[in-house]
């Protein structure tokens, strides 16, 4: 089947509509008409080649959300009309001990979305700049929140799970003191995250901007990161902070906010590397840098239903497909507030 997309034929051009095909679905396979799809910094990484390996023609997009048109005979799980989600993910071998364990983002076969390779043409994985997409129904996610929230859920599929998997797993919640760098998608996700799990958040923002948006994100406070008596005033006293910068900066100003046996986790992932944190920081208070990637479907699912529980959505500004350009240079400066979301409905001609 033929449908219309969004992307790019090479990283020096900008995003134009093209016709792509998808396959008919298989038995295990559900097909979707995205109805939105949320615009990650991951997508101008990868669409304008900042990362190694990008296949061309590039769609992006892997905070798809929509509607289920059709089943193959063999899935139990969904069926037409299901309000459904996909995100980074849409197949794994699921069969090593990474899959056993639901882990699926760290499956060494792991498909992803958009930019891998795939049998279906045209050889590798098309996004959720588009109409329609067919996945297997292990990949795919229930959507419980009411409709009237969908486009505000689709960023849940990519920022959500990244923020919220490892601020489950270094135990984000009470009496943790937990710090979230950088107010962009991702970060806007972990500063109402780890407040909804009790932690008190403590937000750190480049932009003076963003200072009393941060907290009526649930920050508990707010540090403009350029100013260093700020900074001082947190010396030694976190458990816990996400880093979600997408470009390359100095991490000691974080680590030397950690308290003993305290870890920073890095999500941002720039497309050159930030220089090497000073040793004896980490040494000194036996503090940790760690990474962490995403979150494997039942992580996806749990996060979802947490979010539906606790009111959760992303703060969004809806576009049309076509002003997808101009949307990347505002995210380059930093000027998003907190997600642009694709109504995939104006992707018509
Ligand atoms: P975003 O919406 O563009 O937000 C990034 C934020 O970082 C900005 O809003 C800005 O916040 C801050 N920032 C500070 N200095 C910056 C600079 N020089 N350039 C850009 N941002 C700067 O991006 P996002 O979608 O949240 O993604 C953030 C990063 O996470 C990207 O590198 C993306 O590829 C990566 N990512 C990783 C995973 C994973 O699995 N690990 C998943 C998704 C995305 P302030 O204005 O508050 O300073
Ligand atoms: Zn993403
Ligand atoms: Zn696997």
């Known amino acids: 089947m033929t449908i219309k997309a969004y992307g790019a034929h090479a990283g020096t051009l900008p995003l134009e509509p093209m016709d792509i095909t998808r396959r008919a679905p298989g038995a295990h396979d559900v097909q979707i008409d995205i109805a939105y799809c949320g615009v990650c910094h991951s997508d101008i990484h990868q669409v304008r080649a900042e990362w190694a390996g990008t296949l061309y023609p590039c769609v992006p997009g892997h905070e798809i959300v929509g509607r289920v048109v059709a089943v193959g005979d063999h899935v139990s799980g969904f069926r037409a009309g299901d309000l459904v989600g996909v995100g980074c993910i849409v197949d794994s071998c699921r069969h090593c001990g990474d899959c056993d364990d639901g882990l699926e983002n760290y499956c060494d076969h792991m498909t992803g979305t958009y930019n891998f390779p795939t049998p279906d043409a045209p050889g590798h994985t098309l996004g959720g700049y588009s109409q329609q997409i067919v996945v297997h129904e292990?990949?795919?996610?229930?959507?419980?929140?009411?409709?009237?929230?969908?486009?505000?859920?689709?960023?849940?599929?990519?920022?959500?799970?990244?923020?919220?998997?490892?601020?489950?797993?270094?135990?984000?919640?009470?009496?943790?003191?937990?710090?979230?760098?950088?107010?962009?998608?991702?970060?806007?996700?972990?500063?109402?995250?780890?407040?909804?799990?009790?932690?008190?958040?403590?937000?750190?923002?480049?932009?003076?901007?963003?200072?009393?948006?941060?907290?009526?994100?649930?920050?508990?406070?707010?540090?403009?990161?350029?100013?260093a008596d700020e900074m001082d005033a947190h010396a030694k006293s976190f458990d816990f902070i996400l880093n979600t910068v997408a470009a390359p900066h100095n991490l000691d100003v974080f680590t030397a906010l950690?308290?003993?046996?305290?870890?920073?986790?890095?999500?941002?992932?720039?497309?050159?590397?930030?220089?090497?944190?000073?040793?004896?920081?980490?040494?000194?208070?036996?503090?940790?840098?760690?990474?962490?990637?995403?979150?494997?479907?039942?992580?996806?699912?749990?996060?979802?239903?947490f979010c539906a529980e606790h009111g959760i959505v992303a703060d969004i500004e809806l576009i049309r497909a076509d002003q997808i350009n101009d949307a990347y240079e505002r995210m380059l400066r930093g000027d998003v507030h907190y997600r642009f979301v694709i109504d995939n409905a104006t992707l018509t001609s």
Not at 167 to 193: D, E, F, S, T
Not at 274 to 285: A, G, R
Request: glycine content about 12%; charged content about 20%; some cysteine.
């Open 258 to 305: 950690l308290k003993r046996d305290g870890t920073m986790t890095l999500v941002g992932a720039p497309a050159t590397p930030h220089d090497s944190p000073e040793v004896f920081s980490l040494i000194m208070k036996r503090r940790s840098i760690a990474g962490s990637m995403i979150g494997g479907i039942p992580e996806t699912q749990e996060m979802l239903d």
């Open 138 to 227: 292990r990949y795919v996610l229930r959507v419980t929140h009411p409709e009237a929230q969908l486009a505000a859920v689709a960023p849940l599929l990519c920022a959500g799970i990244t923020t919220y998997s490892p601020l489950r797993h270094w135990q984000a919640g009470p009496g943790k003191k937990v710090g979230v760098v950088g107010i962009g998608g991702l970060g806007h996700m972990g500063i109402k995250l780890a407040h909804a799990m009790g932690a008190h958040v403590v937000a750190f923002t480049t932009s003076e901007s963003k200072r009393d948006a941060a907290r009526a994100l649930g920050a508990d406070e707010v540090v403009v990161s350029r100013h």
